[in-house]
T-cell receptor
């Protein structure tokens, strides 16, 4: 069974901490994505990557950075966590181009609370 | 105006009823359409994908696309309590495969 694995289900961090969220996929997918999901706001794209070492800003990149050193791993970094970054974070992956017509595979999500 | 509009619900139906979910979109360039189901505190999972206008059926689920009206629907027949979840529509935005999501509709099926 294909999988996208997020390293933590729940995280509690303090304001100002540097936070790393890890995501690994075993499907040899080219594309990887980071979203945050908040009640009433739906899924908002933070960053995406369509190849190793490539990254593109999404709709809400401020306060975040990403790293993709290997094809299977895409990390989201909160440089200095703030309370307004408390959210559910979802990683997803997909094939590229016409094969992306079959959509994303999502991880189970990381619920991050910043106190 | 959002590119994809979806009523957030909640939509409450009795067990056995037909659930009808809808999304409208504004970008006529969208060509590939998906429905995801998300249980509480889980990631979304792909239910169905479709390309052309018309119907696509998979068991109790039917996806319908009307490109001329920029309107997509998902029907769930003989609904079960296990269908209680949030349903998100999604559309492929670009050649890379980036998706535009609706906000999701919460469905509650009561026994």
């Amino acid at each position: 069974d294909v999988k996208v694995t997020q390293s933590s289900r729940y995280l509690v961090k303090r304001t100002g901490e540097k936070v790393f969220l890890e995501c690994v996929q075993d499907m040899d997918h080219e594309n990887m994505f980071w979203y945050r999901q908040d009640p009433g706001l739906g899924l908002r794209l933070i960053y995406f990557s369509y190849d190793v070492k490539m990254k593109e800003k999404g709709d809400i990149p401020e306060g975040y950075s990403v790293s993709r050193e290997k094809k299977e791993r895409f990390s989201l970094i909160l440089e200095s966590a703030s309370t307004n970054q408390t959210s559910m974070y979802l990683c997803a992956s997909s094939l590229s181009g016409s094969l992306a017509n079959y959509g994303y595979t999502f991880g189970s999500g990381t619920r991050l609370t910043v106190v | 105006q959002k590119e994809v509009e979806q009523d957030p619900g909640p939509l409450s139906v009795p067990e056995g009823a037909i659930v009808s979910l809808n999304c409208t979109y504004s970008n006529s360039a969208f060509q590939y359409f998906m429905w995801y189901r998300q249980y509480s505190r889980k990631g979304p999972e792909l239910l169905m994908y479709t390309y052309s206008s018309g119907n696509k059926e998979d068991g109790r689920f039917t996806a319908q696309v009307d490109k001329s009206s920029k309107y997509i629907s998902l029907f769930i027949r003989d609904s079960q309590p296990s269908d209680s979840a949030t349903y998100l529509c999604a559309m492929k935005m670009d050649s890379w495969g980036k998706l535009q999501f609706g906000a999701g509709t919460q469905v509650v099926v009561t026994p």
